[in-house]
């Protein structure tokens, strides 16, 4: 998959098959969306591309509203659209000077002369253009005049994706990290770099990576114990996570650690990547440090259990 950074970097191409959204997640519901694109993409002879924007356009919009959690980072987004075949991916940056382009701007300056496009295939409540003026019947209107096809998504497929975003969201702010997975179609996961801690975990046996996630945007799920799986140096090892403050030692601020099983590297400064299979329990403050290992001692055992 070749990865542009700016809308202005991407060369037209014969035969382009696009479709434009934010894709967070790239679960279940946006996977029947690539497959309709690579199907269509196939019969002509042609090449998928997706357009999406980021920063988000809320980002941008509303710099005040720190609430928006996005599921992946755009790294992770980029990631899994290449395992599932997208050809190519144009990640333009979002600016006010982008959304103030009329419809037809929009569509003549970025569909055809940017990008090529001979089919779009879009949803029926798909905005874009000044004041969100453009949709779909813009869209239908426009595409003999510059001969591309408009290939609409059903509005089921839309409601699917709409609401398997926002369950996927929920479920990981509730810990329902089961509920989560099923609607993504693989384990959530967040990747960061391993930083220095301050060591108190190995003094209990149970030495720990803090994992640095630079993306405020990244949503994390509530805080506790998981069964997690951590991919280092193209390994895969069985571990404990942790999120939250440390509350048996007054910890001021949240982490995200995890206690990799039968590992002894040294990883600092290296990028990890942890998925997350279960909620073993919440956060809890212990009244001493030994009260915190045989909790962690009854942790290990349970996570083993259920990662088998």
């Known amino acids: 998959m070749k990865i542009y950074h700016h809308i202005d970097e991407f060369k037209p191409i014969k035969n382009a098959v696009v479709t434009i959204g934010t894709f ?34 809320r980002m941008i919009l509303h710099p005040e509203d720190q609430s928006i959690k996005m599921i992946n980072t755009i790294n992770e987004k980029a990631a899994l659209l290449e395992q599932l075949g997208v050809d190519h991916l144009i990640i333009t940056p979002f600016s006010r000077d982008f959304s103030n382009q009329t419809a037809e701007e929009y569509i003549q300056k970025v569909l055809v002369d940017q990008i090529g496009t001979k089919k779009i295939v ?3 409540d798909h905005r874009f253009g000044k004041d969100r003026q453009g949709g779909l019947a813009e869209l239908q209107h426009f595409g003999p005049v510059y001969g591309f096809e408009v290939v609409e998504i ?12 926002t369950r996927i969201r929920k479920a990981l702010l509730n810990a329902e990290i089961d509920l989560a997975n099923e609607f993504l179609g ?3 996961f967040v990747t960061g770099k391993v930083t220095r801690g301050d060591q108190i975990g190995r003094t209990m046996g149970y030495p720990t990576a803090n994992i640095l996630i630079e993306e405020t945007y990244k949503l994390i799920p509530a805080d506790g114990i998981f069964s997690v799986k951590v991919q280092v140096n193209g390994q895969e ?12 030692i007054s910890g001021m601020t949240r982490n995200i650690e995890v206690n990799i099983f039968d ?20 956060d809890i403050k212990f009244e001493s440090l030994e009260q915190l290992k045989q909790q962690l001692d009854k942790d290990k055992t349970d996570v083993m259990g259920l990662l088998g």
């Open 122 to 124: 879009i949803g029926y």
């Open 154 to 165: 059903p509005e089921q497929d839309i409601h699917d994706v709409a609401v398997s975003s």
């Open 263 to 282: 590992f002894n590297q040294d990883i600092y400064t290296q990028d990890i990547r942890m998925e997350f299979f279960h909620f073993v329990r919440g």
């Open 186 to 188: 693989y384990p959530f």
């Open 24 to 57: 967070d997640g790239v679960h279940l519901g946006h996977r029947k969306i690539l497959s309709k694109i690579k199907e269509l993409a196939d019969a002509i002879n042609g090449k998928t591309v997706i357009l999406t924007f980021f920063p988000h356009p």
């Open 237 to 248: 090892y069985k571990g404990m996570g942790y999120i939250g403050h440390r509350p048996t």
